[in-house]
């Protein structure tokens, strides 16, 4: 059973173009992070999403934008896609309190061509 | 100065053999330490959690030296399976703070 879930895994599609990536954990988690991977295989963090309000958002450009319907759910959304957005996108789920260990779900491969 | 700067390697060991990586911090409030491993187009995973006490876990020890602002991983023994990226990761343990990743050190173990 899926600790935490997202689709698709791979996404290649044309500069310009609007798409979504989608997570969902299974967990019971508070928290759920949006991640990007690199060529160089850095993970930095993108957004960071505590009970609904976004907590972290990092400089990202504002054509990302994460939308969580619930607790269970983080979603990023990406217009007017660019060359540089080419990618791995993790999402990623805590429990703030004590040991917050991120539970990742397999990513999200984008390509943009 | 990068939040957690790690040696990126490769470090290239034969089998059996002992590695250790290290990894420094620059936010002296960080609170919370951790390796996660991650194979190759896989996802990272929790490895370990790294405690100022130090800790074991089978072939694996963590060590926290927090005056130094220090973290490291001893793999002993090392496994053709050992070959991965291995990732320093700190935490402020504040609410909703993310998780914030060195950029990881790749280990090839060869036979």
């Known amino acids: 059973d899926t600790a935490v879930s997202q689709t698709p895994k791979y996404l290649v599609t044309q500069m310009g173009n609007d798409k979504s990536i989608k997570c969902e954990q299974n967990l019971g988690h508070d928290t759920m992070y949006w991640y990007k991977q690199d060529s160089k295989k850095f993970l930095k963090i993108m957004f960071s999403y505590n009970n609904k309000e976004l907590i972290i958002n990092e400089t990202v450009p504002n054509r990302f934008s994460p939308k969580s319907p619930d607790k269970a759910h983080l979603n990023l959304h990406i217009n007017s896609l660019e060359l540089g957005d080419s990618a791995v996108y993790f999402c990623?789920?805590?429990?703030?309190?004590?040991?917050?260990?991120?539970?990742f779900g397999q990513g999200t491969r984008l390509t943009v061509v | 100065r990068k939040e957690v700067e790690q040696d990126p390697g490769p470090f290239n060991v034969p089998e059996g053999a002992t590695v250790a990586f290290n990894c420094t911090y620059s936010?002296?409030?960080?609170?919370?330490f951790f390796w996660y491993r991650q194979d190759c187009r896989k996802e990272p995973k929790l490895l370990m959690s790294v405690y100022s006490s130090g800790n074991e876990d089978g072939r694996f020890t963590a060590q926290l030296n927090r005056a130094s602002q220090y973290i490291s991983l001893l793999i002993r023994d090392s496994k053709l399976s050992d070959s991965a990226t291995y990732l320093c990761?700190?935490?402020?343990?504040?609410?909703?703070?993310?998780?914030?990743f060195g950029k990881g050190t790749t280990l090839s173990v060869s036979s």
């Open positions: 990623a789920s805590s429990h703030p309190s004590g040991d917050p260990e991120a539970f």
């Open positions: 936010n002296s409030a960080s609170q919370s």
């Open positions: 990761v700190v935490n402020l343990n504040q609410a909703g703070t993310a998780l914030i």
